[in-house]
């Protein structure tokens, strides 16, 4: 039962443009969205978060937008750069707050 | 300030074996989290500690256990080892319990191998 869905396994965009990565979720009780960038042999970095009672957060490159009704979020790095190319993970957590739920990652490729 | 902390870094181990992985989180977190992450999936929630008590647990065998020290480090502990326990496990800790806006900052992990 997968509450947290990355539909899409890897993108690959080209340097200078945008990158669309975009998570689904089923529990309707999260009310907190992060997203976390990950590098071989390392651990998960936190990038950009969201709270439910905003669609929208900003952050330099990095926008979230979520989508309540859709229970949907996106994020939109532009310009992509080739330090972007890592494995992004959507993550969510409810009002309990004692543990994220992932999704299953998308692997982003940024072509110079 | 140093970051989360986890040792070793890479353990190899046989079936039916038993392994301890160690934690220690970022300077003033008093919350430590145990993920798992098998290769090609999202990590996935094995236990939550909080002042030195289990404040969550996730869908895991009773072969995985955890405890918090006073000083706030953390010890995975793993019973009679399965080729599918093979993975990554991830160390996070926060600065409180974990209320909502709340994130995690993780360690690089500890790759286990069972063969």
């Known amino acids: 039962d997968q509450q947290v869905k990355q539909n899409s396994p890897s993108l690959s965009v080209q340097e200078g443009r945008i990158s669309i990565l975009n998570c689904d979720y089923t529990?309707?009780?999260?009310?907190?969205f992060l997203w976390y960038k990950k590098y071989p042999a390392e651990g998960p970095t936190f990038l950009i978060s969201?709270?439910?009672?905003?669609d929208k957060n900003e952050d330099g490159r990095f926008t979230v937008f979520l989508n309540k009704s859709a229970k949907h979020l996106s994020l939109h790095i532009v310009p992509s750069q080739p330090g972007d190319s890592a494995v992004y993970f959507c993550?969510?957590?409810?009002?309990?707050?004692?543990?994220?739920?992932f999704g299953g990652g998308t692997r982003v490729l940024v072509k110079p | 300030d140093a970051g989360v902390t986890q040792s070793p870094t890479h353990l190899i181990k046989t079936r039916g074996q038993q392994v301890t992985l160690r934690c220690s989180p970022i300077?003033?977190?008093?919350?430590v989290s145990w993920y798992q992450q098998v290769l090609g999936q999202g990590p996935q929630f094995i236990f939550q500690?909080?002042?030195?008590?289990?404040?969550g647990r996730g869908n895991f065998p009773d072969r995985f256990s955890a405890r918090q020290f006073p000083n706030y480090s953390s010890e995975l502990n793993v019973n009679a080892l399965l080729l599918g326990d093979s993975a990554l496990y991830l160390c996070?800790?926060?600065?409180?319990?974990?209320?909502?806006?709340?994130?995690?900052?993780f360690g690089s992990g500890t790759q286990l191998s069972v063969l």
């Open positions: 996070a800790s926060s600065r409180n319990r974990g209320s909502t806006n709340e994130k995690l900052f």
């Open positions: 529990n309707s009780m999260f009310d907190y």
């Open positions: 969201i709270s439910s009672i905003k």
């Open positions: 993550a969510a957590s409810d009002a309990a707050g004692n543990k994220l739920t």
């Open positions: 300077s003033g977190h008093k919350s």
């Open positions: 500690y909080y002042e030195k008590e289990e404040r």
